[in-house]
């Protein structure tokens, strides 16, 4: 574990494109370390469909060991297609991380960066900037690998408890706290489907009750239809929004979409002890090893790590060198850097060299 400002990181890079971005956000982190007083100590390992497709399992027990060890943990992107288990779901070490060390709060910022497009009108003016909040270990993810599927019919369960839920949104009301701090609205949205479902009450009912610990955080209850319908018009009213792991799942996707696409995306999943940092797109493997893949999303949430390991370890330097990556992709991306998703003819490389460069 940590000894002051060092810290050891596990390196999970994954398959596709993953490789492919973990490179530039090792080589930010480690133009961070002549910056500041920080440094790190980087240990790859394998996890994946190609490490599946060798071995029979998505991860070693190395592997595992070595994220429990680490300070925390970069994952690039896991997962292809056409790699699949026996009951046809794909291989996903990134969910079963979650599950293995209880990452039950699943952070999805979304914030329109200056220079990158978005489709929602007016945007560029108004500006985005929210934090969905994805409860990542319960739910209808749950039911994951347990679902009872017959001839006739297949069956999965949703699960939502007490001890996560209140959990989840201590945590989110915290997030909603420093965010305020920072300068930010400081607003925490519960977004569920309260009005059909028992679960959701029962959901909605434990968030009312943490609510009443945090009365400075001003509180909003949206059903996930209105939420969604909400976004797409008008998503600077939104800050902070925290929800059930599948809605989380597709609103995260719809919240990384009005800020440039998945590629501009990072995320963590946290717990009480352990986090992961990956971004929120896939593997591509249909641009893998052209030097397409744009590695925004992974090197924000190293940045989203820095943050995290400052909070946890009470060093200030690691949450300015954090804010000093944001900044520097900012800078870039207002200059002009244009990825290829968008049209432009920037790639990895340039992308990389850039914001290199602005640090």
Not at 166 to 185: I, M, Q, Y
Request: net charge negative; with cysteine; proline share 5%.
């Amino acid at each position: 574990m940590s000894a002051n400002s060092a810290f050891h990181i596990a390196v999970l890079a994954g398959d596709g494109i993953g490789p492919e971005v973990m490179a530039p956000a090792i080589e930010v982190l480690r133009k961070i370390e002549t910056k500041s007083g920080l440094s790190f100590r980087f240990t790859e390992a394998p996890a994946g469909a190609n490490h599946y497709l060798a071995t029979g399992k998505s991860m070693p027990d190395t592997t595992i060991k070595l994220c429990e060890k680490a300070d925390a943990i970069l994952l690039g992107a896991c997962g292809l297609p056409s790699v699949r288990y026996p009951d046809n779901t794909e291989i996903a070490p990134q969910i079963e991380l979650r599950f293995i060390f209880d990452l039950y709060a699943g952070v999805r910022p979304a914030r329109l960066i200056p220079g990158v497009p978005s489709p929602i009108v007016g945007a560029d003016q108004r500006g985005i900037d929210l934090v969905v909040i994805r409860e990542s270990t319960e739910g209808l993810f749950a039911s994951m690998g347990k679902g009872v599927v017959t001839h006739e019919e297949a069956r999965e369960t949703m699960v939502i408890t007490r001890k996560t839920s209140e959990r989840l949104f201590e945590f989110s009301f915290r997030l909603a706290e420093r965010r305020k701090a920072r300068g930010k609205p400081g607003a925490l949205a519960c977004v569920d489907k309260a009005n059909v479902f028992k679960a959701f009450a029962f959901f909605r009912g434990i968030f009312d009750e943490i609510a009443k610990r945090h009365p400075e955080v001003k509180i909003d209850r949206l059903y996930v239809d209105a939420c969604s319908a909400m976004l797409v018009k008008r998503p600077w009213d939104f800050d902070v929004m925290v929800m059930e792991n599948m809605f989380g799942d597709i609103v995260s996707d719809i919240t990384a979409s009005l800020i440039g696409g998945l590629g501009m995306a990072p995320s963590a999943d946290i717990g009480d002890k352990y986090a992961v940092f990956q971004p929120c797109h896939g593997t591509a493997p249909d641009i893998m090893g052209q030097g397409k893949a744009n590695p925004t999303g992974m090197i924000l949430s190293a940045a989203m790590m820095l943050d995290w390991l400052a909070d946890k370890h009470g060093v200030e330097a690691a949450a300015e060198a954090g804010e000093q990556i944001e900044c520097a992709v900012d800078k870039v991306y207002a200059g002009g850097l244009k990825p290829m998703e968008f049209g432009g003819s920037n790639g990895t490389a340039d992308i990389t060299k850039a914001v290199l460069a602005a640090l």
